[in-house]
């Protein structure tokens, strides 16, 4: 059986049988021991299965988090974004006859497509208005108080840390992959030769070649 060609799912299982199953018979473990494979290789196997499954179990739990982070960056994002789209459309009211404003507050055009454009355009926007008296007090003659504005400015720098936790989220998980598909590889690798080795010292007991998951046909 070719093991670098299975699923990591199946690697692990027919590798915990071998393995295993070897360990766990006298009779199996007295035919392989003086081919190369006492208890002590064994287990070196048995270990090395331990840590696939270990590192299976983080690089799940990685994509887990990087899930995570991804809906509550999209989730924050959508509820700052809508409400800077309705501060927008107060802006060109409140200023309507204000070149300055209009002008320094983006209210014409077209929002930014990207994200870091995004963060960019709805910075300037906030920080601009409450950076002017005038602006402040005409935005709140539509209900827009500096409040809200200072706390819609904060909104949007926890936009911009949700992006970076997923940006970190999204390196963990990579990394994580990495790791479990090295030693997967490994795995893959060692038992592919304990095979080669228990075919050749079970030819004789195809009954036990069977215990450890090795099909004999015929």
Avoid: C
Avoid at 49 to 75: I, R
Avoid at 81 to 95: D, L, P, S
């Amino acid at each position: 059986m070719n093991f670098s060609k299975l699923s990591i799912d199946e690697i692990l299982f027919q590798s915990s049988i071998r393995i295993n199953n070897s360990l766990g018979d006298s009779k199996i473990l007295n035919a392989v021991s003086p081919m190369g494979y006492p208890e002590p290789k064994l287990n070196e196997g048995k270990t090395l299965l331990d840590e696939v499954s270990s590192l299976v179990q983080n690089q799940q739990k990685e994509y887990g988090e990087l899930d995570a982070a991804q809906e509550t960056f999209t989730v924050e994002k959508q509820k700052a974004n809508e409400t800077y789209k309705n501060m927008v459309a107060i802006g060109r009211i409140a200023f309507k006859t204000d070149v300055q404003a209009t002008t320094t507050l983006e209210l014409n055009g077209r929002r930014a497509s990207t994200h870091s454009g995004w963060l960019k355009q709805t910075q300037g926007f906030y920080r601009a208005l409450l950076a002017n008296e005038s602006w402040k007090a005409a935005m709140a003659n539509y209900g827009q108080t500096e409040e809200k504005l200072t706390a819609e400015i904060a909104a949007i720098e926890s936009v911009a840390a949700a992006s970076e936790n997923v940006r970190k989220e999204m390196g963990d998980a990579q990394n994580a992959t990495q790791q479990r598909d090295q030693k997967v590889e490994e795995l893959a690798d060692w038992i592919n030769d304990y095979e080669v080795i228990a075919r050749i010292a079970l030819a004789d007991k195809p009954q036990l070649l069977e215990k450890i998951g090795i099909v004999v046909k015929g």
